[in-house]
C-alpha cells in the first residue's frame, strides 16, 4: 500500500452491503463530500478529453458507482442523499430498490454520458452499481495483490481518463503499472489524494508511463469530518509528517485532499488549475 490507514476509522463494512444505503447514511453522519467536489472537476476533465475524441472512464475504488452515477446523470451528490434517505427507499429490499433505481437513473440520464468501467474488491458494491446501470462494466480485482485478468484488461484499455475519489490510500504503483501498460491511447489520471499521505510513488510510476503529475497543493477539499479527537491527532501529525501545513485545514476539523492530475507532457497545455475552482 502506498499510504498506510493509520488510526483513520475505516468503514469497510459498508461496502460489503447490497446497496448504497448504509453508505450514504453512516458517511452522511460526518459529511463525506469528495464526490460532491470530484463532479464538477470531472466533468471538465471529460469535456477536454472529449476534444481528442471518445471518451471511456476508468472509476478505481469506484464503490456504488457514486462518481459514474455524478458523471453521467443530471444528479448532485445531495440528491443521492435525499434519495436514499427517503421513506420510500428506507423501505424497500434490495432488489426492489435496484428496480426502482434502474428507472431512477434511466430517467435522468445526460445526453453526453460515457461509458464507465469501474474495479473495486467490494463484489456487492459492484454488483449493485451494474445492476442499476451506472456501470458499463465492473470488476473486483485486487491489482495489489495479483495480476489483472484478460476480461478487465481488455474492457480497461479503452480508458483513456482514470479517475480516483476513495481509494489512493489503497493503491500502489502496482496497480498503475497495470493500468498504464494496458492502455490503448494516451490516458489521463486524476486522483483525489489524502494530504495525509505521499503520492510520490504513484506519481513516479507514472511517470514511468510519460505522464508528467501536477497539484495545486493551496486549493484542497474537505473529505468529511474526524470521527473522534484521535482521528484528528492522527490526521494532523500525518500532514505535518507529510511536510504540509495542517493550519486552517485538518485544525479545523476534518481531513483533507488535493487534486493530483497526471497527463502525457503534449496534453499540457490546458493548466491544471483551470480544472480547480471555488466552489468545486
Request: charged share 20%; net charge negative.
Amino acid at each position: 500500500m502506498s499510504q498506510s490507514r493509520g488510526n483513520r476509522t475505516p468503514f469497510d463494512e459498508i461496502y460489503d452491503q447490497p446497496d448504497p444505503r448504509a453508505y450514504f447514511s453512516t458517511l452522511g453522519r460526518y459529511g463525506y463530500r469528495t464526490p460532491h467536489h470530484a463532479q464538477p472537476v470531472f466533468r471538465r476533465l471529460l469535456a477536454e478529453r472529449a476534444k481528442s475524441g471518445r471518451v471511456t472512464v476508468l472509476d478505481l475504488c469506484c464503490s456504488y458507482g457514486i462518481n459514474a452515477a455524478l458523471l453521467n446523470h443530471d444528479l448532485t451528490f445531495d440528491d443521492l442523499h435525499a434519495h436514499y434517505a427517503s421513506p420510500g427507499v428506507a423501505e424497500l429490499g434490495t432488489a426492489e430498490l435496484i428496480e426502482r433505481d434502474k428507472d431512477f437513473y434511466a430517467a435522468r440520464r445526460r445526453a453526453d454520458a460515457v461509458p464507465v468501467v469501474g474495479l473495486d474488491i467490494a463484489a456487492p458494491a459492484i454488483d449493485y452499481a451494474v445492476a442499476v446501470g451506472l456501470l458499463d462494466a465492473g470488476f473486483t480485482e485486487n491489482l495489489e495483490a495479483a495480476s489483472a485478468s484478460p476480461a478487465f484488461l481488455r474492457a480497461a484499455a479503452s480508458a483513456n481518463l482514470i479517475t480516483v475519489t476513495g481509494g489512493i490510500s489503497f493503491l500502489s504503483a502496482r496497480t498503475f503499472h497495470q493500468l498504464l501498460q494496458a492502455a490503448a491511447e494516451p490516458v489521463w489520471v486524476a486522483a483525489f489524494v489524502l494530504r495525509t499521505g505521499t503520492y510520490r510513488p504513484i506519481a513516479d510510476a507514472l511517470a514511468e508511463h510519460g505522464l508528467v503529475t501536477e497539484v495545486d497543493a493551496d486549493h484542497t477539499f474537505e473529505q468529511r469530518r474526524f470521527t473522534d479527537p484521535e482521528e484528528q491527532r492522527y490526521a494532523i501529525a500525518a500532514v505535518e509528517a507529510a511536510g504540509a501545513d495542517p493550519a486552517g485545514k485538518e485544525t479545523e476539523g476534518g481531513y483533507h485532499t488535493a487534486l493530483h492530475l497526471s497527463r502525457p507532457p503534449q496534453h499540457l497545455a490546458t493548466p491544471h488549475g483551470s480544472f480547480v475552482r471555488p466552489g468545486s
